[in-house]
């Protein structure tokens, strides 16, 4: 039988068991003699196909068998007992994602140029990495098996891309049939087996907005609280998507989607208790309406969706700038209380004149989108620090269109700018390096980018970069 969705999303052989990539030095791991390589195939006699099989099999378990294959073919058994919540000290290999059996309308896949990084062409659909990373699946193409082991293993939450609870709307919008697009029984049955869900909507104008949202909210809703939120985020086309379906989303229809859903969100916030249903931060951007309130968005269920990253932003600047007060007020009682002791010795002057601590001079690098957010509070650093620090918006060229988030600036957007930088370094998001390789997502690498640079880059969280500065002094690339 063909289906889509056990497919492997590279072309790589799945061999039975889970294969471990690193020993901790002075683990229980390696006094094993556990090696990476060694692949553990089976747990108490019980199968593993992969890292969740293994974290299932093992969890609450003291006295462990396991099966192991050595990478030359030979197979062994390991019998030991562990303390309750021994470490094992052992990492293991990514898990390879299965892929969708979807066309949707939208797919960020078929925004992306030709040259992309292959890794973004990959429509991966995956209830485990749902679970482990917060990834959306649309559950359309979910195998019997693959529900029954999210039961079974309690790979809860979910993270489901509905979009639009009205069948043809849903089947339209993912480019499957309506027998396929119909995920109702399979949510009842993830909800009646206590699987939580959090969903999501990509908002397109004209397709599932106005009535077709609201049905879908209140529908979801119903649902509460084991279907704990749901995120609407507004659909972002680059100018390779050229489907003539889509229509791009524009401040006026934000303005109008805010205030349909604002209605709403005071309606769930009486009746349920919370906010339920949140609007991408892009949506409150691009309408010019002020960001909602820290307790707009409870306990971030869907920051990692763009949804309250602002605000948690703004709140940890707060923190940031109250701390960094602090620490300077600190240091100068200290200063003053050394020098105002009976017992303390007076300098003398110093005929050698003092240098000057050189203040914190740099360009901050950002996408269109964040750049104005970020200007004021790094104006409010400067006023404080006396820091000179600039925020610089950078076009994305690399995907254009809609595209305005720093996440996927290129190296090729970053060299467009280079003669705008000022100051003595460049800071730019760190996430826009691949996490296993410096490399940039148009493919030029992070030292032929540094070579090009006038200045030297720094890739560090801005929040981190900043503690470590405090507006005064050297920097360190
Ligand atoms: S957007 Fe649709 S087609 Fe693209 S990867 Fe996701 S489910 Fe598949």
């Known amino acids: 039988m063909y289906e889509f969705a056990v497919t492997p999303a590279v072309t790589q052989l799945r061999r039975p068991g889970v294969i471990i990539t690193e020993v901790t030095p002075g683990s229980l791991g390696e006094e094993l003699e556990l090696r990476p390589s060694d692949r553990i195939v089976r747990v108490n006699g019980r199968p593993v196909r992969d890292y969740l099989d293994f974290r299932f099999q093992t969890a609450g378990e003291s006295e462990l068998v396991f099966q192991v294959k050595r990478a030359g073919g030979e197979s062994y058994e390991v019998e030991f007992d562990r303390e309750e919540g021994e470490d ?9 994602p299965r892929q969708c059996a979807n066309e949707c309308l939208f797919c960020f896949c078929k925004g992306n140029p030709d040259d992309a990084r292959p890794s973004l062409f990959v429509r991966d659909e995956d209830i ?28 809860s939450p979910q993270y489901v891309s509905v979009h639009a609870t009205d069948l043809k709307t849903r089947a339209y919008m993912l480019g499957v049939d ?8 399979k949510l009842r049955r993830l909800l009646d087996n206590d699987i939580e869900i959090h969903a999501q909507v990509v908002l397109c104008p004209e397709i599932n907005d106005g009535a077709i949202l609201e049905k879908t909210l ?9 279907v704990v939120s749901t995120a609407v985020v ?43 249903a949140f609007l991408g931060d892009e949506i409150y951007i691009k309408a010019g309406v002020e960001i909602p309130t820290r307790r707009h968005y409870g306990n971030y269920p869907q920051i990692e969706d763009g949804v309250g990253m602002i605000r948690s932003f703004l709140s940890s600047f707060e923190r940031l700038l109250r701390d960094v007060e602090a620490g300077r007020r ?35 690098i950002t996408g269109e989108m964040f750049a104005p957010i970020l200007g004021e509070q790094i104006a409010r650093f400067n006023a ?41 370094f460049a800071l730019i998001p760190p996430h826009i390096i691949k996490s296993d390789e410096p490399v940039l997502i148009d493919g030029m690498q992070f030292d032929d980018l540094k070579a090009r640079f006038p200045v030297p880059i720094i890739a560090e969280d801005i929040f981190e970069f900043l503690r470590r500065n405090d507006g005064e002094g050297r920097v360190s690339a």
Do not use: W
């Open 330 to 364: 600190s240091r100068t009682e200290t200063a003053a209380n050394v020098r105002t002791h009976p017992a303390a010795i007076k300098p003398q002057a110093d005929p050698i004149e003092t240098p000057q601590v050189r203040k914190l001079n740099g360009t901050i």
């Open 88 to 96: 094992l000290g052992l990492m293991f290999e990514q898990i390879v």
């Open 384 to 424: 404080l620090t006396g820091a000179g620090l600039t925020v610089l918006a950078v076009p994305n060229t690399y995907f254009g269109g809609d595209v305005a988030v720093a996440g996927l600036l290129s190296g090729q957007d970053l060299l467009n700018v280079k003669d705008k930088i000022t100051g003595d």
């Open 218 to 226: 209140r529908d979801l809703a119903a649902h509460h609280p084991k």
């Open 128 to 155: 485990r990495l749902s679970f482990l990373y917060g990834n959306y699946t649309t559950l359309s193409s979910i195998t019997p098996d693959e529900m029954n082991r999210v039961i079974e293993q309690r790979l």
């Open 178 to 185: 309506e027998i396929r697009a119909d995920i109702s029984d």
């Open 234 to 276: 507004p659909v972002a086309l680059t100018r390779y998507n050229t489907d003539e379906r889509l229509t791009r989303v524009t401040p006026e229809f934000c303005r109008r989607t805010i205030k349909q859903v604002e209605k709403l969100q005071r309606e769930f916030r009486k009746g349920l208790g919370v906010t339920f």
